[in-house]
């Protein structure tokens, strides 16, 4: 063979060889394909009876040589039975979520006491929707629906004096409210309710809504900035001494509430409504720009009225970012005057950007407490719901629960131990004066001792020697020795005793030093702790009392009611639909309005009424010496002034409304009980159409 016919040979098998090699990868790439699709058919068996009809013959054809011909065969009848299924499968995503809003809504009828729960039945059918079309999620859904029906559906719990104890706790933990969490905590044990085991669970329910409800990211401004003081009967509870009953003021019809803008900081539009002024919401930017912002703003100021006759700003001056946030978290190309909604909702940081370093410094001051068996059971509570994770509306709870944990303490342990510490130092100090001051003293007697020995010796021997004299010049000499031996001594006692004076007067004069350095050291620390208690009672937003004030000054109004069998009303106020605002304008906006309603409303209460923020957008009025008339027609002013505040956004009037239960103490009804007949008259007002008072 000649080398041509050799090399077209080589060429030949060479080419056999490479068409074998790839014969045998598309043979091997064909069985995984077939493996794989019939794989796949029979995981999707099971749906539907004409697919899955169709996937037996796919799977008949897999097996089959030059399957592919088949398959042309099958595929368009597999493609109409996915679409019928696909049809199916919507069909019974509907049908499942028509059901379970019904169900949803059948419970709300059903009016469950605690507040809590029938939050979670609101928002349950929220994202019902979004979620029913996961399957991954159906059965959580249903969890979630068979957890709330048997919480709806359980027996409303005896109340604490009739029930036993054991099914009580074991109620109390199916049915928290509202109300209940404030149980947790030991006012209501007064002397004439029954003593109950405190349910230190309680302080651990974290409202079912705040869980249900997407991770909010919220800035507070307010937070690092505290509010003006308040007048002196809000700080500390009222005397129990019967004090005249100031009468209600109503405000004088004709003046026009200021008007409160919602509006962006730099907002230079003249308002269409000359009687109403703009105010701006606190806009989220640096520091430095906050300052030119300011300075360039109009005389009254960022974030006041315009309206000159005002008589007091409705408003505050925006506030700068809290150190710990992020820069990058700021738009700060946002155009002045051009704040939307939806700008303010994405300036603000997530909360978890802080989270860790917030639930770190919790963690800390939790362990930091030395607390006994029933607080530690509570701080273990608490320590479980932060370490669970928690959201902005989540810590404000927590952060009332610890500020209940610390002021229901015995107070403040940590300064009281350096305190005691100090106190004990000093002690030792005035210990060691006075040792030489009794140094000094006994000394001094010494000395008093010696100089008596001596002249005593000195007399006798003068005695001695005159008795034995025999001659007067001797007798003379003698006499004059021993004289003037009493004279030095003398002299030298008189010394002793003076320096011995000196030291005393100087011991002296040190303790005295040190006694008024340690009164100093202990009004200081008084002042402090009277600092401490006083923050602690306050809610950082609005500045109103908070839920542990509330506590105080339940006590002492039912003590107070219960002597002067006088009566004592009850109202739950609750901001409607505080979401939207929240989800419409930010929850800058929304803190603001919170702020703005809460100094509003405690204008136009009597200085014996007591108003605090419950939490969220939920505040308590008590209202002592008022009859349900009275009490009605207060309410019924707060209501109308809150709808009647001029709220703006961008110059469109926004309308916002509250909801009142109110209801009276009576003598045959537990506190709690008072608390859970104003939670259902609330409720009531709120499902007949909200911007109502219901009492009960
Ligand atoms: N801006 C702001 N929002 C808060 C604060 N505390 C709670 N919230 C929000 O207030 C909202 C309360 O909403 P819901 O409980 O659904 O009640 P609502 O929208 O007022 O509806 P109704 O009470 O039924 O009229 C939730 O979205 C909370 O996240 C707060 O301090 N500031």
Known sequence: MTGDANYWKEKYLDSLQQQEESEAQWNSRMDVLR?????????AEGQSQGLDECLQDLRKALHKDHFERFLEEITPRLEKALLEFDQQRQDRIQHISQSLHQLAAQLQQTNPA?????????????????????????????QELESLQRQALLPTPEPAKKAPQAQQSAAAKEQRGFWQRLFGFP??????????????TSVAVAPSTAVSEPELASVKPDVTEPETPQPEQQLTPAPLEPKPIEPFVQPPADVAPPAVALEPLLEKEVNSEPELAAVSIPSLRLPAQQREIEAESTPTGPLIPRDDSAPEPLAETAQPLPASMPETAVSTDTPAGDLSPTDTLAESPPYSLLADQIEHILLGLLDNLCLVDHWQAQADVLRRRIKNG?????????????????HALPLFDRQFEDYLKQLNDRLAIMQDSLNQVQLGRSQTSQATVAFDSCLRQQVEGLQTSVEQATDLPSLKLLVEERLESIVSAIDSYQRQCQENEQQLEASLTQLSERLISMESLSSELQGHLEEQQRKAQFDVLTGLPNRAALNDRLEHEIQRWKHNASSLLLAVLDVDHFKNINDSFGHLAGDRVLKILAGRWQEQIRSSDFLARYGGEEFVLLLPNTDLEAGLTLLERLRQSTEECPFHFKGERLQITVSIGVTGFTADHSTEEIFEQ???ALYRAKNSGRNRIEHQ
């Open 678 to 680: 104003a939670d259902q």
């Open 114 to 142: 605690p507040r809590e729960l029938r939050k979670a039945l609101k928002h349950f059918p929220k994202r019902l929707d979004e979620r029913v079309g996961q399957w991954s999620e159906l059965q959580s859904l249903l």
């Open 35 to 43: 493996r794989s699709l019939t794989r796949t058919s029979m995981a």
């Open 390 to 406: 928690l959201n902005w509306y989540e810590l404000v709870t927590v952060l009332e629960d610890l500020a209940c944990l610390l």
């Open 187 to 200: 006012w209501w044990r007064s002397s004439s309710q029954p003593k109950k085991v405190v349910d230190t």
